[in-house]
């Protein structure tokens, strides 16, 4: 506890000066921590011959009140006054240098460790090691676990962590294999780590492992988990954590209700995740954000607002992200006003500097109202380079209003200004579609492979009957993949060559998929334009891996209705 009234303070320093208890260390350390940073001060700078526990006790208080600054200059002034340091000053110092970004004197510290302090100190090198891989040098954090005589869980975590949060999940992974006596956050840990690199199954594969092992569950394995079944689009299993949570007491837990919204949003279950966020006392910054960034995916523009103007009356001041789903919203709603209002509004009123995201909605926003000028102005006046949202939203925008120039010149200007961006290429490519110039986009095609661009596969995930299928694009072909059952003698290793060629390949045998294929893909003439070696011509606007695992889930729902699978 913390006193802030000097007058009291003053009172207990005399009665201790009185009392012939101003010598006793161990009091004026209990002192030191009752008053702030400034009164800390005062009181250490009369002190004559500090002993080292003193000085830990003074640097470890003004790291606790956000003084790194000075916290490190009692550090210095430590040593120019002949105190030791040991143990136990070090690991506040070393968070210090990762507040400050301070990675030179994290490794000079490095060096008084070597020289000062015992390496049988688990906890102290674990904060090395945490330190090193919190600057991105997960190599230097290893060397530094690999030279320690004795490990303990606590260094076996930080290292396991070091990993996953560099995006290194698989070294996590061999680090969790022989790691001794796991517990539930050293799972959590893997989960997060899986989850982040978007392996959702493998993150549920961890929560296996953990419950084979008889580990309850604590709030990180839920929130990961949860995210996890978002990623997946598993409502099934969602929804079934969530009846979980509540019976082991996690129901009111804000992290949980938010992963909660979150994934019935991602889901298409949007009314459950406003009903369940409607239910929550207590509400975070992200809790608000989840909400308005779930509507504006389901196109609820005016909802977003709502939800926007609700959160201003309670008091809570929006970030980035809440405004990057409120432009998202507004660029699905057609609310130009609106958006531009917010745009101008994040950096005037809340000195929220604009990223690529944001100006990507902005973009959108007006391309889709026919603004091409002014949207095509913005990019130009961008502080960064466009990215393939905007050059999308752009060329989407030229496309809707029938300017195929503009749309020819902004395509030749992606490329340009990234030649080995496949996606530029796409969007080239896409332009010569639109107005039946075949002989262009094949060279633009021919173009790719002389330069040795690829395009990476889309992948699109669909649940029929609880079970989570997929279906991954590769180019051109699809190929698509066992379920658990094996299903190799409905496609083998054949490959279809786009979604039409689905349909065709089981008109005959299954009139039911191709009824429900060719409603799902409408009016052919808009959808399905091009030309293959057949002689069809087509051409499919939205997403084929959307479209193919739409097809995917139809043909193995039928086939599983009519036991073909066995």
């Known amino acids: ?34 008053c702030d940073h400034e009164y800390s001060v005062l009181i250490f700078n009369h002190l004559e011959d500090a002993p080292t526990f003193i000085w830990n006790t003074m640097i470890q208080k003004l790291v606790d009140q956000s003084c790194t600054k000075l916290a490190f200059t009692f550090y210095m002034r430590m040593m120019k006054e002949g105190a030791k340091p040991n143990n136990y000053t070090f690991p506040s110092l070393l968070k ?38 919190t600057f991105g040098d997960v190599v230097s954090g290893r060397k530094v676990f690999d030279q320690m005589p004795h490990r303990n869980v606590v260094c076996w975590t930080s290292l396991l962590c070091g990993y996953v949060e560099n995006g290194n999940v698989d070294a996590g992974r061999e680090v969790f294999e022989k790691m001794p006596g796991r517990d539930v956050v050293v799972f959590s840990a893997m989960i997060s ?21 008889f580990r309850k569950p604590n709030e990180g394995v839920l929130v990961g988990v949860i995210a996890a079944c978002a990623g997946l689009r598993a409502l ?70 709502g939800v926007y103007t609700k959160m201003l009356k309670l008091g809570i001041r929006p970030d980035g992200v809440t405004f990057l789903g409120l432009l998202d919203a507004c660029s699905h709603g057609g609310l130009v006003v609106d958006g531009i209002s917010l745009f101008e509004g994040m950096t005037c009123a809340y000195f929220i500097e604009p990223q690529l995201g944001h100006f990507g909605c902005i973009v959108d926003l007006l391309s889709r109202a026919g603004l091409l000028q002014e949207a095509n102005k913005l990019v130009e006046e961008m502080p960064m380079k466009p990215d393939a949202r905007i050059w999308g939203a752009l060329l989407a925008g030229c496309r809707i209003h029938g300017d195929t120039d503009t749309a020819e010149r902004i395509a030749e200007r992606a490329v340009e200004s990234q030649p080995d961006h496949a996606g530029r290429y796409m969007l080239l490519s896409n332009v010569y579609t639109w107005t039946n110039r075949w002989s262009d986009a094949v060279q633009v095609r021919e173009l790719m492979a002389r330069r040795g661009v690829k395009v990476r596969p889309g992948c699109s995930s669909v649940e029929v009957q609880g079970s989570s299928l997929e279906e991954n694009m590769v180019d051109d072909l699809v190929d698509i993949r066992k379920t658990s059952k094996d299903i190799n003698h409905l496609n083998g290793s054949r490959k279809f060559s786009y979604s039409i060629l689905v349909i065709f390949c089981f008109k005959e045998h299954l009139r039911t998929i191709s009824r429900c294929c060719l409603v799902f893909l409408d009016d052919r003439e808009a959808t399905l334009r091009g030309h293959l070696a057949e002689g069809i011509h087509f051409e499919y606007p939205m997403n084929l891996s959307q479209i193919l695992g739409q097809v995917y889930g139809i043909i193995v729902l039928v086939f599983l209705e009519s036991e073909f699978l066995g």
């Open 236 to 305: 099934k299993y969602g929804a079934s954590f969530h009846s979980y949570m509540g019976k082991m007491g996690f129901g009111g837990s804000i992290n949980v209700m938010t992963a909660l919204v979150d994934m019935y949003a991602k889901c298409g279950e949007i009314l459950d995740g406003i009903k369940l966020f409607d239910e929550m006392h207590q509400r975070s910054l992200l809790s608000w954000n989840v909400m308005v960034t779930g509507l504006a995916m389901h196109g609820k523009a005016k909802n977003a607002l």
């Open 193 to 213: 780590g899986y989850v982040h690199g978007q392996r959702y199954r493998e993150a549920l594969g961890v929560l296996l492992e953990m419950q084979a092992e």
């Open 1 to 34: 506890m913390t006193y802030k009234n000097t007058y009291q303070l003053e009172q207990i320093q005399a009665r201790l000066i009185t009392s012939g208890l101003s010598s006793n260390y161990f009091i004026l350390s209990k002192l030191l921590q009752a």
């Open 96 to 133: 210090t240098c990762t507040d400050l970004s301070a990675f030179l004197e994290g490794t000079q510290l490095h060096c008084h460790i070597v020289k000062l302090c015992d390496d049988h100190d688990e906890f102290l090198y674990s904060s090395l090691i945490r330190m090193y891989c």
